[in-house]
């Protein structure tokens, strides 16, 4: 198993550019989840999803889209980046969302200019 | 109050020596409770749930205390290799679980 694979690693992006972060997963997991990570602010969930054709928003989802169409992949979509979107993005998914160990991807950094 | 709270830190530990975090929570019906550990620049990764009647995995000891709403991780015989941010996870009922900011353990030779 792949586990929870994240692309693209890096990216930079200027101001008002849109790009989707991909997440996909292979061990059939319902409960899919995106987190930014910043400094001195600790890991803010942006959106989840509880399974195929259902997401929800989490604390900080103001300028990020997101889909599920099917249970494997969970890509996020920046609408218009902007530099407070500067950030490392994590995916993570697990079986359910209540007291499950929560599985990573490696992250994407982004840097938005 | 913040729903999970952390001591950022850092800890700066000789090795051998024993260090504890505490992690408190205003969620009184929070129903899960975990540990997890990130790497600088990694993806962060379980390290243990956290049981009520506490639990022990070789060096590292979980406690609960609902009462008091903390949970604790105690680090026993520190090793270079425990050098890590700790995160303390909180699952409230019905609703995503949170993560708190994370304690930096830095243990030095």
């Known amino acids: 198993n792949a586990g929870v694979t994240q692309t693209p690693k890096f990216q930079v992006l200027k101001t008002g550019q849109s790009m989707t972060l991909q997440c996909a997963q292979d061990?059939?997991?319902?409960?899919m989840s995106w987190y930014r990570q910043d400094p001195g602010m600790g890991l803010r969930l942006i959106h989840y999803?509880?399974?195929?054709?259902?997401?929800d928003q989490g604390e900080v989802p103001n300028g990020y889209n997101v889909s599920r169409s099917t249970t494997e992949d969970f890509p996020l979509r920046l609408l218009s980046a902007a530099p407070s979107q500067t950030s490392v993005y994590f995916c993570?998914?697990?079986?359910?969302?209540?007291?499950?160990?929560?599985?990573f991807g490696p992250g994407t950094r982004l840097l938005v200019l | 109050r913040k729903e999970v709270e952390q001591d950022p830190g850092p800890f700066n530990v000789p090795e051998g020596a024993t260090v504890a975090f505490n992690c408190t929570y205003s969620?009184?019906?929070?129903?899960?409770f975990f540990w997890y550990r990130q790497d600088c620049r990694k993806e962060p990764k379980l390290l243990m749930s956290?049981?009520?009647s506490g639990n022990e995995d070789g060096r590292f000891t979980a406690q609960l205390n609902r009462a008091s709403q903390y949970i604790s991780l105690l680090i026993r015989d520190s090793k270079l290799s425990d050098s890590a941010t700790y995160l303390c996870?909180?699952?409230?009922?019905?609703?995503?679980?949170?993560f708190g900011k994370g304690t930096r353990l830095s243990v030095i030779a």
């Open positions: 969620n009184s019906a929070s129903q899960s």
């Open positions: 956290v049981y009520s």
């Open positions: 996870v909180v699952v409230p009922r019905n609703t995503p679980l949170v």
């Open positions: 999803s509880v399974g195929a054709g259902i997401t």
């Open positions: 993570a998914s697990s079986y359910s969302w209540g007291g499950e160990t929560q599985y």
């Open positions: 061990m059939n997991h319902e409960y």
